[in-house]
């Protein structure tokens, strides 16, 4: 990916503010500024869509909701399809039809992100899966 160099004048207080927030996230004042940038072009760009933090780094999920992953999750997993696919995801999450078409407009947007989550969450779902087999089996011997 290629860069470019802006100059912007921000306002002592936010610089004060990105600098104490650089520090609470462990990065770089410009790695900040880049990443809340690029997450607040997405939100303005996909209503009803926030940025979390955690453990594994900030992530998309709906506003009042689950993360986008969740959402897509559950509705790759469907035998459905469709607006039939949209209405079961709604009611199997507790969400509105609406908030499905939102993750799947960003999913639309940023599949191969959505599908990273997935993949991370899944392999996490493995390890303590298999780690709490072992502890079972010693517990059983």
């Known amino acids: 990916?290629?860069?470019?160099?802006?100059?912007?004048?921000?306002?002592?207080?936010?610089?004060?503010?990105?600098?104490?927030?650089?520090?609470?996230?462990?990065?770089?004042?410009?790695?900040?500024?880049?990443?809340?940038?690029?997450e607040g072009?997405?939100?303005?760009?996909?209503?009803?869509?926030?940025?979390?933090?955690?453990?594994?780094?900030?992530?998309?999920a709906l506003a009042g909701g689950p993360d986008v992953w969740e959402v897509i999750r559950l509705f790759l997993q469907l035998d459905e399809g469709g607006e039939a696919a949209i209405a079961r995801t709604a009611t199997l999450a507790a969400l509105t039809p609406d908030q499905v078409q939102v993750a799947l407009r960003y999913y639309a947007a940023y599949q191969d992100e959505i599908d990273e989550w997935i993949r991370i969450v899944?392999?996490?779902?493995?390890?303590?899966?298999?780690?709490?087999?072992?502890?079972q089996a010693l517990l059983h011997r």
Request: aromatic residues 2%; proline residues 4%.
């Open 1 to 38: 990916m290629s860069t470019r160099l802006i100059s912007i004048r921000i306002a002592s207080d936010l610089v004060a503010r990105l600098e104490r927030a650089s520090r609470e996230e462990g990065m770089t004042r410009s790695e900040l500024a880049k990443t809340l940038m690029d």
């Open 41 to 60: 072009l997405r939100m303005a760009e996909h209503p009803g869509i926030v940025f979390r933090p955690g453990s594994a780094g900030r992530r998309p």
């Open 122 to 135: 899944d392999e996490e779902s493995d390890r303590a899966q298999a780690a709490w087999a072992r502890e």
